[in-house]
């Protein structure tokens, strides 16, 4: 089994950032996200799907709607399944103790632990600082997207030149080792 890991965001990264999404019907995906995703596993990537989703804390939807909007997102995908490896959806609030809530490492940590994943060989792909920040504390390489809502440019890591960006998911896992 490979000991490589690609860490991904969702909204902003796979599929286009809707605020507070819970509708199936109204997933779309970004272009090139399905052969960005299939061009990792050919890489030996294994995927993991990593979500913040503080609507479901706020009590706007439930974790049921969330995944019934990640299997839309894979259906989409039309990849062979299971896509993802494993998937955390942290349903907290900016406002409640971080659990999963990116930017804690938590659940990289875990996955690298229970997949025997090698640190070295993982990345974490987003849109927003929370992924970026949550890749630094976990100690693995993050990417940027520039599909998100916020221009990654203006991210310090990325300014400072620690973590590339590219324009898209693609784009990124393109440039993958
Ligand atoms: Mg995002």
Redesign the pocket.
């Known amino acids: 089994m490979t000991r490589k890991g690609l860490f991904l965001?969702?909204?902003?990264?796979l599929i286009v950032?809707q605020v507070y999404l819970a509708d199936p019907a109204g997933v779309i995906l970004i272009p090139g996200a399905a052969e960005g995703l299939e061009r990792a596993r050919a890489l030996g990537y294994q995927l993991f799907l990593f979500?913040?989703q503080s609507g479901i804390g706020r009590g706007y939807y439930t974790r049921e709607a969330a995944l019934r909007v990640n299997a839309r997102m894979e259906e989409l995908l039309g990849l062979p399944g299971p896509v993802f490896a494993d998937t955390c959806i942290a349903p907290e609030t900016p406002d409640q103790p971080a659990v999963y809530r990116k930017p804690s490492p938590r659940f990289i940590l875990e996955t690298i632990a229970r997949h025997g994943l090698d640190p070295s060989q993982c990345w974490m792909i987003?849109?927003?600082e929370a992924?970026l920040g949550a890749a630094q504390a976990a100690g693995i390489r993050a990417a940027a997207v520039r599909t998100?809502k916020v221009d990654p440019d203006t991210f310090a890591a990325v300014s400072s030149g620690s973590v590339p960006v590219f324009d898209t998911l693609a784009a990124a896992v393109a440039a993958l080792p």
């Open positions: 965001d969702r909204d902003g990264t950032d979500t913040n987003g849109d927003s992924d998100g």
